[in-house]
């Protein structure tokens, strides 16, 4: 992996004009999305980050859109996508878009206890209206477009030029985007979505995941044309003094 890759730092970054958002166990929302249940806490503060380090990329133009991934299933993928996106609405005045790009295996939804009834599926099928789609979640400055059915194309739907015009469209109406995807290896998804947002970060779980499948799977991007960002490492542990935390 190539050392100007972006990662999650240790070091506490400053952050100004927060909103304040006061959790609920009562919310839906999982118990793994730490970003907010302790927004304050340890996790939060590596998704605050790495919300820094991709604000810093390139100040001239911005990163706005996202596609996360990984080289496998079961790596934290979507349970990181959404600790970023609740990280990133936590700034005043920021508008957050959560899309739910893995049209086989959908679990944005549950996460954010939100329901799956219409969502990208549909509105690339020209079966609903981007009105209709998106969804305001509990979170101020936080919306999300779920996966919606299981389509019969989920690939040609995300490479069509209807979902690149609906990307350009957004970013007109938000601040940051982040498309969750499925893993690389298996599925050409996130390739296929890699090619049309402005780059690519891949989740990766240390001590499961071997090298030489995230080399596979960097490969993969790289050949498609994406704009590979960099690593979040999942499962990992760091000590805090007198407390030991766990990414998810």
Known sequence: MENDK?????SRTATVDEKVIVPS??????????????PKGAIAEQYRTLRTNLKRINKDDPIKTVVLTSSVHNEGKSTTSVNLAVAMSYEKDRKVLLIDGDLRKSKVHLLLGMKNTKGLSELLNSQATVEEVIQHTQIPGL?????????ADPSELLESQKMKDFL??????????IVDTPP????????????NVDGVVMVVQTNRTKKEVVTQAENLLQQAGCN????ILTNVEYYIPSYYYKYV
Request: aromatic residues 10%; proline residues 4%; negative net charge.
């Open 6 to 10: 972006i990662h999650l730092g240790k």
């Open 25 to 38: 166990i009562s919310s839906g929302i999982d118990k793994s999305i730490l970003t907010y249940y302790q």
């Open 143 to 151: 919306d999300i477009i779920t996966a919606g059915a299981v389509p």
């Open 168 to 177: 350009l469209s957004m970013k007109l109406q938000y601040d940051f985007i």
């Open 184 to 195: 690389i290896i298996p599925l050409t998804d996130a390739a296929a979505l890699g090619v």
């Open 228 to 231: 590979l960002l960099g690593f």
